[in-house]
């Protein structure tokens, strides 16, 4: 069950990890551009394993009243079980040798040991963590649960799946003598699966969601070996242009018999820009000189869309990763402005 959050988060980290750690890149920085990807290690998948067949005695059937479930299972489905687990160890296998192969093996290694990155990027790299985090758990319940696995049980294994994925990563990157296990990282993974785990615990639904947008930036351009210097990759590497949201669902958290429309979400997030480096910005890239520019933070309040009817199964949980663009007051060295269209 849980291999199957490897097949989720595998294909959107691999790709992370193959534009995020470009050759050419300082050793200084290589590790804040680290993407997650599956260990490869034969342990980790003799627990994985062990997860898949000792949950399913608990796997009892149970009603699924969830709307976004729809042509979900009532009761456990075995052959939709499988399909997932196998999935999931397929590609799990194909993405973890690759990664060892096609990048780790390149670096050499080292004992464990630790590395803090807490000051870089203005933490917006440990909010990326955390959104991560919450989306894989929102996946793989969502699959769990059209498997017709009970609702406690999808819970759990959706919370792990999201913080164990990322934290695999980490380890890899420990015994790495390029990087380093980032505690504040691993807070973050935890930080966002435990929101995702706490919510349906709570209220057997997302009332909050943990969403993504990007725009371009014009930072980027002045240091492409660190921001990137194509769309893929300044997506994945280019923090000036990211910001991270939480989503609140205003109908949920109102009585019962209000009317208040359910499609209408309220946003806060946070980004940051002015950034062509990880701790500080440096003076030049390339040989080139890089201008000046003050690294500053900037919450934004925005109006979203919730989206909680699929049309297809499994639920679509991907599409909730992103925000709507939308109206937004910005906030930014104590000023407010307004955005009429803002990714």
């Known amino acids: 069950m849980i291999k199957k959050i490897i097949r989720k988060l ?10 995020r750690r470009q050759p050419g890149r300082s050793s200084d920085h290589m590790k804040h551009g680290k993407a997650t990807i599956w260990d490869a290690h034969g342990k980790l998948y003799v627990f994985l394993l062990f997860i898949a067949f000792t949950f399913p005695p608990a796997l009892k059937a149970q009603k699924i009243n969830e709307p976004e479930l729809i042509n979900s299972s009532s009761q456990f489905n075995s052959s939709r079980f499988t399909t997932v687990v196998i999935s999931e160890t397929a590609l799990a296998s194909i993405v973890t040798v690759g990664l060892q192969y096609l990048w780790y093996k390149k670096y050499p290694k080292s004992k464990f040991h630790f590395f803090n990155d807490n000051n870089e990027w203005l933490q917006m790299d440990k909010l990326g963590h955390a959104t991560t985090a919450y989306n894989i758990s929102a996946v793989q319940y969502n699959l769990m649960r059209w498997s017709g696995v009970s609702r406690n ?3 759990w294994i959706g919370g792990m799946t999201g913080f164990a994925y990322l934290m695999m990563i980490e380890v890899m990157d420990g015994f790495s003598k390029e990087w380093g ?7 973050a993974d935890f930080g ?4 995702f785990t706490a919510q349906q615990a709570l209220w057997n639904e997302q009332k909050i969601q943990m969403r993504f947008s990007f725009h371009k930036s014009i930072f980027a351009k002045y240091n492409p070996n ?3 210097d194509n769309f893929l990759q ?3 590497k280019d923090y000036n242009g990211q910001a991270y949201w939480l989503s609140f669902n205003i109908h949920s958290f109102l009585n019962k018999e209000n009317h208040f429309p359910r499609w209408i979400n309220a946003d806060f997030g946070y980004g940051a820009d002015g950034m062509t480096g990880a701790v500080i910005n440096p003076k030049t890239a390339n040989g080139k000189d890089i201008p000046t520019f003050d690294r500053k933070r900037e919450f934004y ?4 869309g919730a989206f909680t009817k699929p049309s297809t199964i499994p639920y679509p949980s991907w599409i909730n990763i992103f925000r709507i663009p939308t109206p937004v007051l910005k906030l930014k060295d104590d000023k407010i402005t307004f955005k009429p269209f803002y990714f």
Not at 10 to 19: K, N, R, T
Not at 301 to 304: E, L, R, S, T
């Open 10 to 19: 595998g294909v959107f980290q691999i790709v992370a990890c193959w534009w």
């Open 153 to 155: 049980t999808s819970e």
């Open 181 to 187: 296990f980032s505690k504040g990282d691993m807070e």
């Open 192 to 195: 966002g699966a435990g929101i």
């Open 226 to 228: 660190e921001l990137g």
């Open 234 to 236: 300044r997506l994945i």
């Open 301 to 304: 309040f925005g109006i979203d």
